[in-house]
């Protein structure tokens, strides 16, 4: 078994050898583009993050281009990422920073995790990484290092179980008096990023690579050969499945947006416009004067954390003397050029569907 005194010298020594040192908002110590790569990584992986992350930076380069930028900007930007709650956390934030904090970021956890979109593992790693603080993340790839090394069962999302984790990490932090002439800031973001490195590209979930891992010879799972079963699997439930019938509005080169409620499933996205059965579909597309039966496409179905979702598009088109507003009830619907889509933060599979109209 590992030394609690051990890990953080042997996890420092590691990834400043083998750990990632090129990522895009690495060699900075800017709490804009660290608090922007922090909140993009929630949930997502690192290779999917880096373009999103370069387009994102590229368009808003800084807290004011941010805050000022309107929100269905922002949006279509991020759209594809998922997690959408978190684009709109993002710009809240921003526009917070600006007004109440004067366009700079708090330096201490505490304040920091009352900021929208922040939790105790986002502020703390803020707070290392910009301003050389000593403090403890537990994101997942964190727990499953943890969980592996010291052995540690129970599933982690399990109350009990986290808060364990949380105490255990608090005390593995590097001491503040470092053997060496090094700022002690300087471990704690080698520390730190040794975590998230290791979690993420060896002692990961499917497949973990114990002859490369720094900690082989003392790892609780590795020496009991329990690496599949910890950390203990979130206890199974079954997916319910839901299914929605949306319609494809065509009018010319245009197709009709309705902008989804700020709170749920894809808010505050522009969507194709969505009804539960056959019946409110016809009485919908009635309202544009289509009587004649829709075109069926082909189904998709979309997985949530906690459902999947089918989707049955069907596609109608408006008579070429309908006018360019046909039918549009309120701002919260809109006609869009087929071609200007990209313009638009849409949901991913519906993107996809409208995808199929381009070709």
């Not at 380069?61 to 990422?81: F, K």
């Not at 052995?151 to 470092?178: D, Q, V």
């Not at 309202?287 to 998709?300: Q, S, V």
Request: glycine share 6%; hydrophobic share 40%; aromatic share 8%.
């Amino acid at each position: 078994m590992i030394a609690i005194a051990e890990f953080a010298p042997r996890l420092i020594t590691w990834q400043r050898q083998f750990g990632r040192h090129d990522l895009p908002w690495q060699l900075t110590r800017d709490p804009y583009s660290i608090w922007l790569s922090e909140i993009m990584l929630q949930q997502t992986q690192v290779s999917t993050v880096i373009a999103y992350y370069l387009r994102f930076i590229e368009r808003f380069p800084n807290l004011a281009a941010l805050a000022n930028a309107p929100l269905d900007e922002v949006m279509a930007i991020w759209s594809g990422l998922g997690y959408y709650s978190r684009a709109r956390n993002l710009h809240r934030c921003a526009q917070l920073l600006s007004t109440e904090y004067h366009g700079q970021f708090p330096h201490h956890v505490n304040t920091l995790i009352e900021l929208p979109g922040i939790g105790r593992s986002t502020a703390a790693a803020i707070a290392v990484f910009a301003f050389g603080a000593r403090e403890t993340i537990l994101d997942g790839n964190v727990k499953r290092v943890l969980a592996r090394v010291f052995g540690i069962e129970g599933f982690p999302g399990e109350k009990h179980t986290e808060n364990a984790m949380w105490k255990l990490a608090e005390s593995l932090l590097p001491p503040n008096s470092e053997p060496t002439t090094e700022p002690n800031d300087l471990a704690m973001q080698a520390y730190t990023q040794g975590l998230m490195d290791l979690g993420a590209t060896l002692c990961v979930r499917g497949r973990p690579a114990c002859t490369r891992c720094p900690f082989q010879t003392g790892c609780a799972a590795h020496l009991s050969g329990r690496e599949k079963i910890l950390p203990t699997a979130r206890p199974k439930k079954s997916k319910p499945m839901r299914r929605t019938l949306m319609l494809i509005l065509c009018n010319g080169s245009t197709v009709l947006l309705e902008r989804r409620p700020p709170a749920g499933i894809w808010g505050g996205l522009w969507s194709l416009p969505e009804v539960t059965d056959a019946a409110a579909l016809a009485a919908y597309a009635a309202r544009f004067g289509i009587t004649d039966p829709l075109t069926a496409l082909a189904p998709m179905v979309h997985t949530f954390t906690h459902f999947q979702l089918t989707i049955e598009p069907k596609l109608a088109t408006l008579s070429s003397s309908a006018a360019p507003s046909a039918g549009v009830a309120d701002t919260h619907q809109t006609w869009v050029r087929i071609d200007d889509l990209q313009a638009y933060g849409l949901p991913a599979p519906v993107r996809r569907i409208l995808e199929t109209l381009q070709k």
